[in-house]
C-alpha cells in the first residue's frame, strides 16, 4: 500500500486556445520550485489526446499530508492573464501500491488512460483487489505500467476511483485490451487471472469513463 499518510491534488484546468505551452513554462518556473521546497512533488501534467482538446490539462501533485497542502495554496504565483478558462481541484487518496514514491525512468510512458469508475464505497478495497492481483500483472505484462489507483478523498457513495495507466501510444491501449483473442507471449496463467478479476471488477463498477492523454511531464523531480 502507498503512504497512507499522503494525500494528492487532481488540478484539471481548461486553457485557451493554444496555451499548453505557455502554461508548463509557468508551472515549471513558479509552481513546481515552489511545490518542491515544501516538500510536495507533481506526479505527473498530462494533456487532452483523445476524447479532450489539448487545452485541457491535469496535473495530478503528491502532499505528505493534508497540512502540507493546506500550505501549499498561497504560494504567490500568478498566471498570465486570460490563460486558464477555467480551474477545479479536487483531493484524492492512493488506494493500493500504486503511485510509486519514485517513478524511474522505465516506468514513464507517452500516453495515459484516465480511467473514472464509479463503485459503492463498501467496494473499494476489493476493487484494488482485482486491479493489483489481476488486471495489473497481465496489463504490464505488455508493457503497459500502472502509475497510480486512488479514490476521492471525500467519502461519498457511490465514490469515484480514478487510474492511471500508462502506454507507448494509441495502438499499444489498443493492442493490451481483452476484447480479443490471447496474444501470443502473453501467459496463460496472466491472462486467466485477468479474466476473472476483471469480471469480478465489471461487476462492482457502476459506471465508468476512459480518455486518453498525452504526458507532458511525468514525475519531472523523480
Known amino acids: 500500500m502507498a503512504n497512507e499518510a499522503a494525500i494528492y491534488e487532481q488540478r484539471q484546468v481548461s486553457l485557451r486556445y493554444g496555451g499548453l505551452a505557455a502554461y508548463t513554462a ?13 516538500g510536495a512533488g507533481v506526479l505527473c501534467l498530462l494533456n487532452g489526446f483523445i476524447g479532450d482538446p489539448p ?6 501533485t503528491r502532499f505528505p499530508d493534508l497540512e502540507i497542502w493546506n500550505d ?9 492573464d486570460g490563460l486558464v478558462v477555467k480551474e477545479e481541484v479536487r483531493l484524492l487518496k492512493p488506494i493500493a501500491s500504486r503511485p ?8 514513464r510512458r507517452a500516453v495515459y488512460g484516465f480511467r473514472r469508475q464509479l463503485i459503492r464505497s463498501s467496494d473499494v478495497e ?3 483487489n482485482c486491479s493489483e492481483n489481476g488486471v495489473w500483472p497481465r496489463i504490464e505484462s505488455q508493457g503497459a505500467c500502472i502509475l497510480g489507483l486512488w479514490s476521492t478523498l471525500a467519502d461519498t457513495d457511490p465514490i469515484e476511483v480514478i487510474l492511471l495507466t500508462g502506454y507507448h501510444g494509441p495502438g499499444h491501449w489498443e493492442e493490451t485490451r481483452v476484447t ?5 507471449g502473453v501467459d496463460s496463467a496472466l491472462w486467466q487471472g485477468d479474466l476473472e478479476l476483471r469480471k469480478r471488477r465489471e461487476q462492482i463498477t457502476l459506471k465508468t469513463w476512459v480518455n486518453l492523454m498525452q504526458a507532458v511531464e511525468i514525475a519531472p523531480h523523480g
Open 55 to 60: 487545452e485541457e490539462v491535469i496535473q495530478i
Open 72 to 80: 501549499c495554496q498561497h504560494t504567490g504565483a500568478t498566471v498570465e
Open 26 to 38: 509557468y508551472a515549471k518556473k513558479q509552481v513546481w520550485p515552489d511545490l518542491n521546497r515544501q
Open 126 to 128: 476489493e476493487f484494488a
Open 180 to 184: 480479443q483473442p490471447k496474444p501470443e
Open 100 to 107: 510509486k514514491e519514485f517513478v524511474p525512468p522505465e516506468d
